[in-house]
């Protein structure tokens, strides 16, 4: 369970909401809107208000470093900054095949990677950690359908293989509706539940 | 052991001036853009030398600790003063200045008051002669590793941040995130004095040992003196660097480990 207790971000109403084990939640907003800024303080990356609890433990009960490992964000462009991509994974990568690698990716240069294999193997990199909670910022921006949908799949498939939760920011009205279970919108400042969508 | 040694005179100094206003003259005619900063340089060095000598033969003729302590004061305040103007990106005033003056203290202040006590054992032991060259030299020294490290760390870390952040977001600790840019802030802050180490005697001659052998002390008693000081700069230097690095480093993050470039910089929202 994720819990957002009384969360304050500057330029966006007051937050409640709580998430229940399993549970994908859809994100959209203009860009400017806050949905990055709201990502950034559920991972405690920027000072803010409130409380966030995962599983009844509060952020500040951890060190940060823990924290951010239970609740992970990706950020929507990734950053590598060792030679080669196996060098950044902190244990052994899983689901390498369910983004369309082989096995040898982890040999590669950081170096010949498009945009978009980055993006998927940011993914893999995240999950390497076995986070509790996805904060995913745009995870399908820069990938063709193909790929999106493998990388939709993964990830719902790892929620329900770890009762995990994510939280899904995107502009893409479908996807959203495909993987997410409920649907919440910032606009304006306000943040509200889309009934319907 | 004294031994006569030969006293410049003005016309010998104005001959190497000329050598100096040839290069600026060339400079300017290439239009290299360098003559003025290049004139201003060598006007200052004239200038503050002179004034320097005048100070230290009016101290030098009356030891007293108070004099030696005031100069010493400056010396360090112009010293944290000069390192925070070196940086090409600005940290918030005073507490830049505060870590810089504090490093130089603890370090070069400290090791030149232990190494007069313990080592040179004159008497008084903050006879002039020993003690404003010897705290010249550390803070010199100390004064260019720090600002070489400084700026380093603050530089690569901004052009970073993204990286670092990213780091953060995997679950790195701050400390752990920092290290690689950490590292090679110490390395650009003690490359000076270990290739100065490296490259003495052999490639150079050390200017305090060139001076003294100039002024008629044995070449071996000059190289003592020369080892001496060598250590001392190392180890100054060393502690200096890494005692700011720390400072830097622990304001760089907050107590949730992130990144608050706020608190070291003024940051353009």
């Known amino acids: 369970m994720l819990r957002l207790e009384d969360l304050q971000i500057p330029g966006i109403e007051t937050i409640n909401l709580t998430i229940a084990p399993g549970e994908c939640i859809g994100l959209s907003g203009e860009s400017g809107s806050g949905k990055t800024r709201l990502l950034r303080a559920i991972a405690d990356m920027d000072e803010h208000g409130g409380q966030v609890y995962e599983e009844n433990v509060a952020q500040d009960d951890v060190r940060a470093h823990e924290w951010r490992r239970r609740v992970a964000l990706l950020p929507a462009e990734s950053h590598w900054w060792l030679d080669t991509v196996g060098e950044h994974f902190s244990a052994h990568a899983e689901h390498i095949e369910a983004l369309g690698f082989g096995q040898d990716v982890m040999s590669w240069s950081i170096s010949r990677c498009s945009s978009g294999e980055k993006q998927r193997l940011s993914i893999l990199r995240m999950l390497a950690n076995c986070p509790r909670v996805l904060l995913l910022d745009e995870p399908t921006a820069n990938l063709d359908a193909a790929n999106s949908e493998r990388v939709e799949r993964l990830v719902l498939d790892y929620l329900v293989e770890h009762n995990a939760i994510a939280i899904w920011v995107g502009h893409d009205a479908a996807q959203l509706s495909r993987v997410a279970h409920h649907r919440y919108q910032v606009s304006d400042g306000s943040f509200t539940k889309v009934v319907h969508p | ?269």
Do not use: C, H
Not at chain 2, 243 to 259: A, K, Y
């Open chain 2, 1 to 269: 052991m004294k031994t006569e040694f030969i006293t410049l005179t003005a016309p010998d100094l104005i001959l190497a001036s000329l050598l100096v206003l040839a290069l600026i003259g060339l400079v300017a005619r290439l239009q290299l853009g360098l003559g003025q900063t290049l004139s201003i340089a060598a006007v200052r060095t004239t200038v503050q030398l002179l004034l320097v000598g005048l100070i230290l033969e009016a101290v030098f003729n009356r030891a007293r600790l108070s004099w030696i302590l005031l100069i010493a004061l400056v010396m360090m305040v112009v010293a944290a003063w000069e390192i925070l103007a070196r940086q090409k990106r600005k940290l918030r005033a005073k507490w830049g200045f505060s870590i810089s003056a504090f490093a130089l203290f603890v370090s070069s202040f400290m090791i030149t008051v232990l190494t007069l006590l313990m080592v040179i054992e004159a008497d008084p032991w903050y006879t002039p002669q020993y003690a404003i060259p010897l705290l010249g030299m550390l803070l010199g020294n100390t004064m260019n590793g720090i600002a070489l490290g400084m700026d380093r760390l603050v530089q690569t870390a901004w052009q970073q941040r993204a990286v670092i952040e990213q780091r953060l977001m995997l679950g790195q600790k701050d400390s752990e995130a920092i290290r690689d840019i950490a590292r090679d802030s110490m390395r650009a802050g003690m490359i000076p004095i270990i290739n100065a180490m490296a490259a003495a005697g052999v490639v150079s001659l050390p200017g305090m040992m060139t001076g003294q052998i100039l002024a008629g002390s044995p070449p071996v008693e000059a190289v003592k003196y020369q080892i001496l000081i060598m250590f001392l700069v190392t180890a100054g230097t060393g502690f200096a660097v890494i005692m700011v690095l720390q400072l830097i480093t622990r304001r760089m993050f907050d107590s949730r480990e992130r990144l608050r470039f706020d608190r070291l910089l003024k940051v353009p929202r």
